[in-house]
Every structure is written in structure tokens, then in C-alpha cells.
């Protein structure tokens, strides 16, 4: 699944800036600098002003996800992964909305999905020149100061006066571009309908990011105003026709992050060290999860989650690896770095000017290699998934940073953040004690294992205790599951935190200036000269490519074009459709591969030589999920909601030849709407529009 | 610990062959061709043919390890881990031998270690050209049956008359040289003293492999004959004074393979999909166990010994990638390849004969690369650990494949192998249920993941049914945990195999033609073709080379040669030496960090300054365990048990700058007999070798 991920302690330096120039199919363009020409030349296909602004308008980001409407009357269309939230604060102890979906028959039975918005793109404004004329002459705190005054300035300004509206910067092409999104936010989301889990991933994970594919993942919201389903004349017309191979698609949607512009010294440390040590450690953790599982039905509710978002991590840094591992790719990656540095060397004005930025973060490599395990082990993947640990972590550290000036403390803890960092260590959270403790003694464990060359950080981890000992001696005596505790803590600051006998808070007090001793040198050796010098790689970009490049993905929104294609990956060759029939084939019975009841069914009734799910080679990746993938003509084809595992690599640069997204169809939609779940109104708005 | 390893699924083609000209203090030297003239110029030290036969004569190989005579009476000294299997035969429901190791005051209280033995080598002869001469003009298995003719009548030859002897033929430098090994066996071996548990593996798995170490990893034995302390006047002189830094190291043993030769094609494979995919599926599976053995007292004392293996082999191959993931490491790699190619192109006769076989294997690898997950899955890992599924696996294809000519069968159901393959199917082995359905589940559950993209292969697996459930159907249903099903199956061959209601058997049966299509594919795609290219590249090396050479290991004996040094990585200083006293600061008094009782008690009475363990240049690997490390005067200072993390590369090359060994000192060893352990006989023995 292609949702936002988080990426741990991965993401030595997160690079926002923009790619090589394109290849076929590439790239996830803004509306502002689409390259309509090329999409002319290519499919014949004319994208204008006005065919944008429709797209636009129908374009909606939910969070960590995309959608779009499919209606007049406020109707949205989404992953079904994007919505699980919800189905789980809607599910009470008769019933498991999660498992069973949510079937409406009237607007009245529309429950509203407490904290979930929908935003749609009303302007972009470009404050470049104005962000530029601020911090010119200035560097460090007081250039952060500049540029954040006038960014707030701005988002005020452009919001003024809308109580809907809601105004970001977003720094585009790393700092090549500052862009004012102004959002209509729709607060008031309500559910519609969703499938069942196992008709919506089903598969689960063995079929995950993989291709032949048979998933309804697909939701439908609706968005509300004044109580009301919302009016929204601009939305995109549902085809319930089968899509084409060749048939050229586009998707406008919210790509969160990629780091196309990493050198590829920084990507062999990605393949050789970073992706490894954490696939190591996530399948450790795997196996424990599966196997506590095992102990009875309480245990295995338990773990169920967890596991989920375990192996959804490790399949997409499988996929990442699996690129990195190719080849092709990495010859690829080194083609492109090698022109740019030879066009650099050809501009001896520019060369001056740009140094040997390529250089530098080679050598800041061999920093990498010296501090990654100590950095991650006491820093970026402290705790491992504990949310005990990290409330403890954060009390101790918020305690320190708040001494100090603003300016001088850890990012985290700065006064615009603080507010939120209060609510998140003093919410009122269930705590697992037993999960609590496999998470500890697993990092724990780990960390005096890939520790063992620095014995100083090993002792810093773990004293003169073992990882067993440790760990079921802190879970058993913290009282921080409390969250009068932990207010008491944040309220009365360090004088509470240093007089607090609470295990937790005294074992992260004790080990808290190795933590830091190593975020320090890891910034100071590995992020900051990669870094600055990636900033120098960028200008040479920009210098070298102009605007024919597009800015590598920042989940604001962006449009990709393509076609229906499957792939061809030694000697094997993938079509790129699978049909309704084949659901039932791939049925064996037995989870994830069992059938929800109500397609059992309804199987003699299916027209199963419909398009379920199909695959082309739009350039997308997390936080695209949802997207609406359309036709030429602007009309709805299908929902974005997947890649097969050669897309991972997207992170890292597109490959025509394999990166494919998958989609599941339009067709199949309508065709199980109808047939399975009896949704004849729904049907009715879909293709009236009204 | 570096005992004899078994590879699995990973060794493709094993390359018994030469490696590259030899770096400093590089190589696994044979008696015969020990470059003397090269010790003498590095070290000054003089090597002759005396001295040589001093410590040939003492040398000693045991089951999977090595040793050394140490007095005239049949004393042997080699490491605790190599006769841990002794222990536990030894122990009984009232002494646990393992955790408490053996004291014996007497020789009369010297216990059998049964089916244990010593052979020390008397003789080699070298049958090459006879070898040649029978094998001239034939091919396949007429190839096979001439060698193998001469190898018997020259082992029959070399050991006539003599009941101890045992003589067995090694191909060295892959088929380039053919020797008879003529060795004196010892039958009879007692055991003599082993430490704690906790002493001989302190610091457990997060310091295997690591140093500093403070591991007294030793043990003796003496070996009987006519139920007498055997006659041993060739021993070596036992020396209680420290080493010293920079001290010319020498290490006589048996390491037990290499694959020096593999091309920078195959090194790739290896790195970037081989040991990452077992490194992942060990991982998942050790988090199992260990999460397993959570479950109470009885589950933890089940898995401790597979966890054992499994964290060992699991660091073999941690060490492995970290090599190949080393830049220098695999840049010496392609220099060395590409000068033996550039030699091999300069002379055109030789170019002629030899080929191109670095891109054919090159070529391979594409196969390798298409075909090792169904290999692995179906065929090489088939199974995981569970004996259940290897007996029922090897009961089906003993029964089918009997009834083809002997020549024809599957190599391992050879007339020559059969009778060890009915024992092995046949032998009565306690079964552990719930450890068999794990491994089973595991294996199900890692194919379905790795074979996403082989629906056919998948489903040749699974069937219709999920890991859990076909798991557990089979394993609660098979009775092939009673050796009389067993022979009945075995006795009554096909006919009883298809007969069989046994789900295990059935099971089998029915995956059967697709497992052995993988391994077909896989001998025809990948072994096949990279074993003809090996082979002439071996040619090659002896063109280019010479004897400068030394062979690849093959568990028979070979002298190593090197000085006491530590080793400094990425700015870290690691010196050669821990002393006795680091351990009680090393000890937490928490597993794998706790002190026997014995080292406790004798703390105060210890002198601290002695030194315990060490690390030299010596370039061994898996096999040499229990090897004596001697100084320039054939004076045994040590015993070899372990290498750095970085030694473990050196299945693939020796590194100099970073490659050490690691010994505990014969001081320390002389310190606990006397102080901790009060063996003062067996010290005045060491001390006087009588």
C-alpha cells in the first residue's frame, strides 16, 4: 500500500528537490509547469488550461492520502486503506466495520469520521522573490527567523478573512521555490461506503505490491457544509467502462516524499547499511510479532496491527532494496549523475560556483558508515515502536529544551511545536504492557548487538542489565501509562523529571547525553555537509535543466501521466489486467485468499469478464493512494491504491520499464456496487453525477 | 565461533580451488609447498623441514575442529565449543556437563567420548599423474568411475595392513592435484577438563565474533589406545609467558572450505540477493524462537540450541555481507580479476584454451538471479528445520529413486551413499512437535512471500491451503516420528511410499516434481555452466601462478603463518590484547555476561595483568577451531577459537588490514587450570609434557 510512510531513522538528509531530467512517463508534474507538449507528442492527447482547472478542482487530499470528487453532491472517492481509521472509530463491540465495511442506503446513515478532513486546491501563490529578498545576507537561526516571518505573513494574507481556507508553504526544488497553497478544508467527512477488508486487501500481504491483483480498495466520503452534503458543481465524471491497454491515463494526486536526488554514494549507503540493518531488524520483530500472536486470540488482536504496518514497511524497503540491488538502476543513477557533473565541469562559471559538491557527500559517506548504528540504535529508532519509551523521551527532553531560548532548542521542542508535542505526551492512549516490553527488549537486544564495536554506547543503552531484565523492569514499574503522571511531569518540568523515581524516566535521564552525543555527530558529520552540499546540487540543476524538471515530492499536488501497461521482468511478462472472474480462482478459502461472504454470493450473478484491477506507468508513489486515475477526457477510469514492487524504487528514480502503479477499475466498482452490495442509489449519483 | 559451517542453499558451485597471488601473511598453506623463503624475509624466521614435521606430527583433526598433542601421554588441547556435543552425552539428569563443564582429577576419571576421533596426518602421496593417466579421453560418469577407481586402489595402497589408518583422497586446487591423505586414527578419546559454560562463551552471541573477548574457549582430551593413555612423543611444548605484539604467530589446522575464486560476477549474487534473502528469512525465524521460548521454562530449554545455531550462522553471514558490502574489499576483488585476465589475454595460446569463462559465469547469473527463489524454496530450504519433512522428503526419492541404475539416480541416493542415507531416514530422533510446525509454518509462510511472483511455484507449495493450516494438518497427522513407519516406507519402497495415508508423505509426493524441476533448472542454468567456466579459470591461475599458490580449504591440514596484532576501523583502534582482569569488569552478573561461580570465587587470587585472549594476522577460517597457535619455536601459546567480524569475509578473501583471529592464551588457559579449576596434575603435565 502506497500511503505516506514514515521512514524512521532512514532519512539521513531529506532531500525535496527536484530530478533528473525526465524520461517517458515520468515524472509528478505541477499544474503550474505540466508538460503538456510532450504529452501531446506522445498520446495525442491535448491538455489544456481549463482541462487542468477541472482536474484541479477535484483533486483532494485527505490525510496521508488522495481522493477526488465524483459528484455534485460532495461525494468522494478513496482507498479503502485510507479510511481504516474511521471504520475502526465507527466499529462498536457488535460491530467490526473493518472487517465487515460500511453499506448506506440514505444520506441520514452517513456517520461523520471524527477528525478527518478533505482539502482541495483553491490557488497557489508564488512568494519566491519575497522569501529571497528577506533572508539575503543572512544564514542560520536568524535566516530560519526571516524566511519563517514572511511564510507566516504570507499564509495569513492568503487565507484572510476564509474560515474554510487553509494556507502552507511549501518549499519546492529545495529552496529553488516557496509556493503559498491555499486549501478549501472540508472539516465535516462522512462515510459512505466500504467494502469489506478481505474484498478490499485481499491477498493481504503475500499479494502486497505485487501484481496479478484482485482488490475492491476503494471508499467513498462524503464531504459536508452547514450539515449538509456539500455542493460541488466541479467534479469528475465516473466512466464505468473498462479501461484499454495503451489508453493514456493521468493522475493528479499527492506524492509525500521521494529522494530522487540522492548521489549515489548516498544510495550504496542506503543499499549497503542503512535498508539493510532496519530489513534485519523489522523481520526479527516480524517473527516475534507472528509467534506472540500464536499464543491465543487475545494475542493475536493484539499483534494484528502491528504486524500490518510492520510488513507494509518491510515491503516497501524490499522494493527499495530490490532497485538499489538492480543493476540497471544504479547504472542509470550514475548515467545521470555523471552528464550533470560533466556539464557542470563544461560551465567554468558555474563550476566555481558549485565546487565539488558530489565530493563532499562522498566523503560524508564514510561519516555515515562510522555513525549510522550508534545514531539509530540510541537516537532515531530509540524505544523501537514503545510508546511508553518515547513519552519518556520527550517529557525528559521537553523538560531540558524548555530552559532555553526558543532558538537554541532541539527543532522539536521550538515554540510553534510545543503546544502539539504537550497534547501528544499527555493524551489519554491505551497501553499493551506485554507489547510494550517485546518492543524494549527487541531494541534492546538489538542494540547491544549492533553495538558491539562501541562498547561505550552499548553500556549508555543497557548498564550492567540484559535486555530481558531491563525491559520487564521498566514496563512493570512506569507509571507514565497514566496520563495525570506524565502531566505532572510536563507541568512541574525538570525539578519533577529529575525528582521522579519512575524507572522509565530515570533509565531515558541516564542515557539521554549518548542519545544526543550521537544525534550530534550525526548531524554535525553526516546531515549537515550533505546538506549544504546538496544544496549546491540543486542550483547545478536548476542552472543545467531549467524547469524541463520537476520538484521531487512534497505531498502537495501534483499531476502524472502515463498509459496501461503491464511489464515485462526477466522473460516473464505481466498483462496488465486481471478481471473479476479472477478473484474467484485465486480463492483458496483460507485468509488472506478467502472471499467475503457476500461475493460467495453473489458469484453466479458477476459479470466476470470485468476489469478488476489494472496496472500502467504513472509516476507515482505514498500518498498518492486514492488518487483518481482519469482518461483523456477528464473522466474517472479508476482509484489508484497500489505499485507492483519495482515501483518502490520510485523513491530513488523511475524506471519506465518496470515502475507500474496498480489500479482497481471504475468497472469493477460499479459492477460490485450494484451486484454484491445492492448500492443502487450510490450507482445512480456516480453516473447522473447529481 | 568458526566450526565447520554447512552452507544450505548458498553455495552454488563450490570452488575447491587456488586463490589469487598471495598477500601479506595471506593463505592456507600446505605442508608440502609453506613459503618459507617469505616467513624468513617478513619475520626472520626460519622454517625448515624439521620443524615443520615437529608440528605436522602434532597437528590434530577432530570432528568438524582441529587440535595439537600437547605432552607425551596423548594430552590434547582444543576449544570447548568443538566437543560440546561430548558434554551433553556425558551429562545425566543430575549434572549438566555443558553448563558445568568437567573436572577430572585422574586419569581414571577420564570418561569415552563416544563415537568421537583424532586422526593426526602420517602421510601424504600425491596421485595426480595416475589420476590423469585413467581418466585421459573419458567424460561424465565414465570420468567419474576411473577417478574414482584409482582414488580406492591408492587409499587401499596407502593403508594396507594398518587397522588405525584411515586414507581418503582430496582434489586440491579443483582437480589441478590429487592427494592420499594417510592418517593415524585414534579412537579412543576421553575427556580430560572442560571449563563453565558460561567462561568458555562469555559475552554469547553479541560477542561472537567481536573482540575484545575474554573467552576461555578451551578444553582436553587425551587419546587412548589399548585402553592406555597413548604414546605421543611428538607433541608440542606447552608456553605459559604472553604473547607479545608483533610475535610471529603460527597455526597449524584444518580450515574446511573457502571460495577464493568466485568472480566478481558470482560475489554479486551473493551480496545482493543470496545472503540478504537468507539473512532476512533467519532473522524472521529467530525472532521466533526466541519469542517461542518466551512462553515458559520447558519452551526456552527446546529452542536454545536451534537459536545457538542459527545466531551463529546468522553472524557467519553478517560477516560475509559486511565484507562485500566493502568497497575496498570488492575493489581487490576486480583488481585480482582483472590482472589474472589481462595475463590471460597477453598470451594468446593460453587465451585460446581458457576462453571467456568470467562472462559466461557472468552470464549465469542472470539465471541465477531468475531462478534462486524457487530453488531455495522448493528444493534447497525446502523444509526449513524440520526433520519430519526431510525424512519424509528423503523416504519418497529414496523410493523412486531405487529403482533407477545407481548411476542414474540423484547423486546423494548413490549405491556408494545409501546405506548412510537408510540410517540416517530410518535412525530412531526425538521429535519436538511444536518446533517441527513452527519451522514448517515459517518455510510456508517465507514461500508464499518469495514466490509472489511464481503463481506456479506457489501454489506447488501451498496448494489451496494456508501456512497455519497445512502446517499443522501435517505435522499433527504424520507418524514418520516412529522409526518402524520409517523403515516399513523405506523396506517397502515405491510401492509402500504411494500407499502411504501419512499427510507428510503424501504431502511430498505431491510437491515432488516441482521441487526437482527447480533443482534442475537450477543445475542446468546456473551450477552447470559456472562449474565449467570455475574450472578453467583454476587452469588459468596454474598458467599464470604457478604453486605460488595455495588451494582453497578443504578440511585437511594447512599451516598459516602471521603475527599478534589488532587492527584499526574507521578511526577505531582495536589492540590484540584483553586481560583477565577485563572480564570481571566485562561481567554484569546477567547471561551472556555472568561469571561461573568458580571465577567469582577465584577472583581475588587471579592475577588480572595475564593476558586472556588475542588476536594475530593468521588467515583461517570454519574448521580451524582448536588449532594450536604456536610462536617461532613450535611452542603452542594459544589455541585459535574465533575470528573478527571482519575475518569472516575471508570465505571469500583475506584482508589484511582488517582479517584477525582470535586466541585464548595458553597463559591464561595455565592461570584458571591452576587457580580456578586447582588441576595442578594437569597443569605439571602441560608444564613438563609428561
Known sequence: MIRVLTLGGLVGAALFTMASPASADEGMWTFENFPAARVKADYGVTVDEAWLQRLRGAAVRIPGCSASVVSAAGLVLTNNHCITGCLVQLSSADKDHLKDGVLTATRAEERQCAGMWAEVLMETTDITDQVRAAVA?????????????????????????????????????????????????????????????????????????????????????????????????????????????????????????????????????????????????????????????????????????????????????????????????????????????????????????????????ARAQEAYATSYLSYRQLESDAGRSSVLFSWARGLVRAAAEREKPSAERLPEFADSRLAMEERRLTAARAIEGPL???????????????????????????????????????????????????????????????????????????????????RAAWERDVEGPTDRAAERIARARFAVYGDSIYPDATFTLRLSYGKVAGWTHRGTEVTPFTTIGGTFDRATGEAPYALAPSWIAAEGRLNKDIVYNFTTTNDIIGGNSGSPVVNAKGEVIGAAFDGNIHSLGGAYGYDPVLNRMVVVSSAAITEALRVVYGRDALVKELMTGK
Open 436 to 518: 510494550e516490553q517485546l518492543y524494549l527488549e527487541h531494541w534492546l537486544l538489538k542494540s547491544r548487538e549492533y553495538l558491539a564495536s562501541s562498547p561505550a554506547d552499548q553500556a549508555a543503552v543497557l548498564g550492567r542489565e540484559s535486555p530481558e531484565g531491563l525491559s520487564a523492569r521498566l514496563v512493570s514499574g512506569t507509571r507514565l501509562a497514566d496520563p495525570a503522571v506524565r502531566q505532572a511531569l510536563w507541568d512541574g518540568g525538570m525539578a519533577a523529571v529529575l525528582a521522579s523515581e519512575d524507572p522509565l524516566i530515570r533509565y531515558v535521564l541516564q542515557m539521554d547525553a549518548a542519545a544526543r552525543a550521537a
Open 137 to 361: 545576507g543572512k544564514s542560520g537561526a536568524a535566516f530560519n527567523a526571516a524566511r519563517d516571518a514572511v511564510t507566516a505573513a504570507a499564509e495569513a494574507e492568503a487565507c484572510k478573512g476564509v474560515e474554510s481556507a487553509r494556507c502552507q508553504t511549501t518549499s519546492l526544488y529545495r529552496g529553488g521555490q516557496y509556493v503559498v497553497y491555499r486549501y478549501h478544508r472540508y472539516s465535516d467527512v462522512r462515510m459512505v461506503f466500504a467494502p469489506e477488508f478481505a474484498t478490499a486487501f485481499f491477498g493481504g500481504d503475500p499479494d502486497n505490491f505485487n501484481f496479478p491483483r484482485y482488490d475492491m480498495d476503494s471508499a467513498f466520503l462524503r464531504v459536508y457544509e452547514g450539515g449538509k452534503p456539500a455542493k460541488t458543481p466541479n467534479f469528475l465524471k465516473w466512466n464505468a467502462a473498462a479501461p484499454k491497454a495503451g489508453e493514456p491515463t493521468f493522475v493528479p494526486g499527492n506524492p509525500g516524499s521521494t529522494e530522487r536526488l540522492l548521489t549515489v554514494s548516498q544510495l550504496e549507503s542506503y543499499r549497503d547499511l542503512a535498508i539493510p540493518v532496519g530489513q534485519l531488524q523489522r523481520s526479527e520483530l516480524r517473527g516475534r510479532l507472528i509467534e506472540y500472536g500464536r499464543r491465543g486470540p487475545a494475542e493475536k488482536r493484539l499483534v494484528a496491527d502491528p504486524i500490518f504496518n510492520l510488513e507494509n514497511g518491510f515491503k516497501v524497503f524490499f522494493g527499495r532494496q530490490f532497485a538499489l540491488n538492480d543493476k540497471a538502476f544504479m547504472d542509470a543513477k550514475r548515467d545521470q549523475e555523471a552528464e550533470l557533473r560533466a556539464k557542470v565541469a563544461a560551465d567554468p562559471a558555474l563550476a566555481g560556483e558549485i565546487g565539488d559538491p558530489w565530493g563532499e557527500i
